[in-house]
């Protein structure tokens, strides 16, 4: 239990598209959520997305606003995160988690909630 595997992670230019996966074991992709955070060099962890049962949280700051959606396939115990327009500042490290049991949709944006972490993926945007 507990197994997550980003991919996806890239060097893009300004301006660019990436799409990354989260795949995980069947019993960890049954989580009552899944989501992305992101740590750029030097900082702290931050929110990106999650899936809910009851629902999708995104971060609605201005640097990440409607330019990151999440989709799932169930077929392929995978967790996507479609990122375009990117920016400088969108590089970070990328990481899958999850969370097994129910949490208020308010608590969903804590990286303290989730039990199950990826190793992460890169992403590097150039200006």
């Known amino acids: 239990q507990g197994h997550l595997a980003e991919s996806g992670g890239d060097l893009v230019q300004a301006g660019g598209s990436l799409r990354l996966s989260c795949t995980a074991s069947?019993?960890?992709?049954?989580?009552?959520?899944m989501g992305w955070f992101r740590q750029a060099p030097g900082k702290g962890r931050e929110f990106v997305a999650a899936i809910t049962r009851i629902g999708t949280v995104r971060n609605n700051v201005d640097s990440m606003k409607d330019r990151f959606t999440l989709s799932k396939d169930d077929a392929k115990n995978t967790l996507y995160l479609e990122m375009i327009s990117l920016k400088p500042e969108d590089t970070a490290m990328y990481y899958c988690?999850?969370?097994?049991?129910?949490?208020?949709?308010?608590?969903?944006?804590?990286?303290?909630?989730?039990?199950?972490w990826g190793r992460g993926t890169m992403v590097t945007v150039s200006a």
């Open positions: 069947a019993d960890t992709y049954s989580s009552y959520a």
């Open positions: 988690a999850a969370r097994s049991q129910s949490l208020p949709l308010l608590h969903v944006k804590r990286e303290q909630e989730y039990d199950f």
